[in-house]
């Protein structure tokens, strides 16, 4: 079956620039999660949604940092006038529910020039 | 303030022994573990999970043990093979964060040498 699905797997933008990146879940799993991770350390969260709704946010490091799930399935991630610091890659996972593992896409690999 | 931590940034280990991974934690709401699986250019693999009411738990050649009071999971490997090189990440989450919120130790590279 089809795994979680990130798209674009890399871009490349200037600073200053606004990125949406995709996460199209597992069909089924009703719960979403955004991590970032960055060289030589584990996935950071960001935030996490339980059918439409964010459930926790608490990751977002600040408030050029945005996500939507209107439909409870596909999920973006939005970046408002990047900086050189939000290099990293993004990874998405999905779960059936939140006290169920986690199964992650390959990531977008987000460089900000 | 890292609360999970992987002390070993490194394993070599060869064909057919054993590898131990460790990883511990400074939560002590953590009730719930996992250990993924990561290959360059690729997403964490699920491997294994623990829940706290539990001391180990068994898959094919993996291993999790879990010790609530020295705050101590490890991972044994047995026997370690070519294809098990690859970063290995421990994780934890609290039931007080719906168990939604991942948090992910720095990672061991484990190397399997023939």
């Known amino acids: 079956g089809a795994g979680v699905s990130q798209t674009p797997s890399n871009k490349v933008t200037e600073k200053g620039k606004y990125v949406e990146l995709r996460c199209d879940p597992i069909?089924?799993?009703?719960?979403l999660y955004w991590y970032r991770q960055s060289l030589g350390q584990g996935p950071e969260f960001l935030i996490y949604?339980?059918?439409?709704?964010?459930?926790?946010d608490s990751g977002l490091p600040n408030d050029r940092f945005f996500a939507v799930r209107p439909e409870g399935s596909v999920s973006t991630l939005k970046i408002q006038r990047t900086e050189r610091g939000d290099s990293a890659v993004y990874l998405c996972?999905?779960?059936?529910?939140?006290?169920?593992?986690?199964?992650f896409g390959d990531g977008t690999r987000l460089s900000i020039l | 303030d890292q609360q999970v931590k992987q002390n070993s940034p490194s394993l070599s280990v060869q064909e057919g022994r054993i590898s131990i991974l460790n990883c511990d934690y400074t939560?002590?709401?953590?009730?719930?573990f996992l250990w993924y699986k990561k290959y360059p250019a690729e997403g964490p693999t699920f491997l294994i999970s623990?829940?706290?009411?539990?001391d180990k738990n068994e898959d094919g050649r993996f291993t999790v043990f879990l010790n609530k009071s020295a705050k101590h999971l490890s991972l044994h490997i047995v026997p370690s093979q070519p294809g098990d090189s690859a970063v290995y990440f421990c994780?934890?989450?609290?039931?007080?964060?719906?168990?939604?919120?991942?948090?992910f130790g720095a990672g061991t590279q484990v190397v399997v040498t023939p």
């Open positions: 996972a999905s779960s059936s529910q939140p006290n169920q593992p986690q199964h």
């Open positions: 069909s089924g799993h009703t719960a």
């Open positions: 949604f339980q059918g439409t709704g964010a459930a926790d």
């Open positions: 939560n002590s709401m953590f009730d719930y």
């Open positions: 623990i829940s706290s009411i539990k």
């Open positions: 994780a934890a989450s609290a039931q007080t964060d719906s168990w939604g919120k991942l948090q």
